[in-house]
């Protein structure tokens, strides 16, 4: 079964800081996709970003890292240099292959809250 | 671009009452489903359709109806509501590729008295 884990319920830091958000899957699968969602306090989900199985290459995209590591079962964000409007509920989300179309399976989610 | 829409926002039931949450797209998207999202819990596959005419139960789907008579639309109904259907509906699509990301409309804030 597929399982998606965010053991961080809650993270508190101050602007200018930078924060990891860790997030850690289950599947037995070979082939599945990792995704990262953000919601803010308005309410939508937004997509941030998706990594493919087979491709460990770590990502950069602005302040936005994320670390992608098979042999732990892992797929971390980083914000570097953190902004109030970084504020929101942050969702790790798996996906796999085998159903031919995508069945999100979502971690329960980290709130970060970024103080001025 | 609309993208996924869905209404209403917000929406206060007793309980015993019926309803139907309506989700449209207009992107094409062959893929569509339904989560609903509880403190705690993240988000949780309720239905999802892979096509007009197609659809199938995810992890909670007890409570809840869907059909898909048409590429644009997947409504969820709520036949007899009940206090623990009190969430936050999420309905999204994305085409036939699960390496896609899903498109998430607004969200329908559900109220069960």
């Known amino acids: 079964a597929q399982k998606v884990t965010q053991a961080q319920t809650e993270i508190s830091v101050v602007e200018k800081e930078d924060v990891t958000l860790d997030c850690v899957y289950e599947?037995?699968?070979?082939?599945?996709?990792l995704f990262w969602y953000k919601q803010p306090p308005s309410g939508e989900l937004v997509f941030l970003i998706r990594r493919n199985s087979f491709d460990e290459q770590n990502e950069i995209s602005g302040r936005y890292s994320w670390n992608f590591q098979k042999s732990t079962s892992s797929f971390n964000f980083t914000i570097t240099a953190s902004q109030v409007v970084d504020s929101a509920v942050y969702f790790c989300?798996?996906?796999?292959?085998?159903?031919?179309?995508?069945?999100?399976?979502f971690g329960t989610g980290t709130r970060l809250l970024v103080s001025p | 671009n609309a993208g996924v829409t869905q209404t209403p926002k917000f929406q206060v039931l007793k309980t015993g009452q019926s309803m139907t949450l309506q989700c449209a797209q207009d992107?094409?998207?062959?893929?569509m489903s339904w989560y609903r999202q509880d403190p705690g819990m993240g988000l949780r596959l309720i239905h999802y359709s892979v096509g007009a005419g197609i659809t199938d139960q995810g992890e909670v789907p007890n409570g809840y109806n869907v059909s898909r008579s048409t590429t644009e639309d997947f409504p969820l109904r709520l036949l007899s509501a009940a206090p623990s259907q009190t969430s936050v509906y999420f309905c999204?699509?994305?085409?036939?590729?699960?390496?896609?990301?899903?498109?998430f409309g607004d969200g329908t804030r559900l109220s069960i008295l």
């Open positions: 992107m094409n998207h062959e893929y």
């Open positions: 989300a798996l996906s796999e292959a085998r159903w031919g179309f995508q069945k999100l399976v």
């Open positions: 599947t037995r699968d070979t082939t599945y996709y």
């Open positions: 999204a699509s994305s085409s036939g590729q699960s390496n896609q990301p899903q498109h």
